[in-house]
Structures are given as structure tokens and as C-alpha cells.
Nanobody, 123 residues
Framework: VQLQASGGGSVQPGGTLRLSCTVS????????IGWFRQAPGKEREGVSC????????YYADSVKGRFTISRDNAKNTVYLQMNSLKPEDTAVYYC?????????????????WGQGTLVTVSS
């Protein structure tokens, strides 16, 4: 089982990035996927998640209205579209498999993790 996170980079405030989480070794259709981030000196934060069936998504208040999560099961990929980026979005972003995703957030356990991709928002 592998999750490969990619798409990070350096952008100016107000910029846009799209993160991808490509999975292998299991059927994406059967799993909820979450995006988490961890900034230096801060605890890991659940940013967004999407259930394995259409309809259930979650966004942390800090990203609501700016980030959009989606999945393409045919491509075994979950995306995180990040618009209007702010310096406080700077972090390493990780994707992970979840037990579930509800409107209140990702449900543990988080069995498998990607390696992380760095997002830096700075002028």
C-alpha cells in the first residue's frame, strides 16, 4: 500500500496550488482519504477529507471556502485544490487513508500515510 503526495511548491500569498495523492496497492473506491498538514512547531491538523462514497466532505474552518477536495477513482487520485493561499497555510501536507470522513472531520484510524509535500506561501 502506497500513497504518493505531490504538487507542493512555493507561491506568493493569494496564489494557487493543487495537491495530488495517488494511491497504489488498494482500491481507492473503498477508502476515505484525508489531507493533513503540519507546520514547524505546531501540531498536525486535519485540513480536509472525502468519503469513499459521493457526498461527504470536510474542511477545517481555516481553509473553508478556499480549498476544495475531490477524487478521481479511475486515476486512483485524490486532489486538494488550494486557492487564495495565505502564509499561515505554509506546512508539510500529508494524505492518509481514513476509517471514514464525516462533516465533523476525519475518523481514525489513519492506517497509511503519504510522504508529505511542502507548501510554502511567502512574498
Amino acid at each position: 500500500v502506497q500513497l504518493q503526495a505531490s504538487g507542493g511548491g512555493s507561491v506568493q500569498p493569494g496564489g494557487t496550488l493543487r495537491l495530488s495523492c495517488t494511491v497504489s496497492g488498494f482500491t481507492l473506491d473503498d477508502h476515505a482519504i484525508g489531507w493533513f498538514r503540519q507546520a514547524p512547531g505546531k501540531e498536525r491538523e486535519g485540513v480536509s477529507c472525502i468519503s469513499n462514497s459521493p457526498g461527504s466532505t470536510y474542511y477545517a474552518d481555516s481553509v473553508k471556502g478556499r480549498f476544495t477536495i475531490s477524487r478521481d477513482n479511475a486515476k486512483n487520485t485524490v486532489y486538494l485544490q488550494m486557492n487564495s493561499l495565505k502564509p499561515e497555510d505554509t506546512a508539510v501536507y500529508y494524505c492518509a487513508t481514513l476509517y471514514g470522513c464525516t462533516v465533523v472531520g476525519p475518523e481514525p484510524p489513519y492506517d497509511y500515510w503519504g510522504q508529505g509535500t511542502l507548501v510554502t506561501v511567502s512574498s
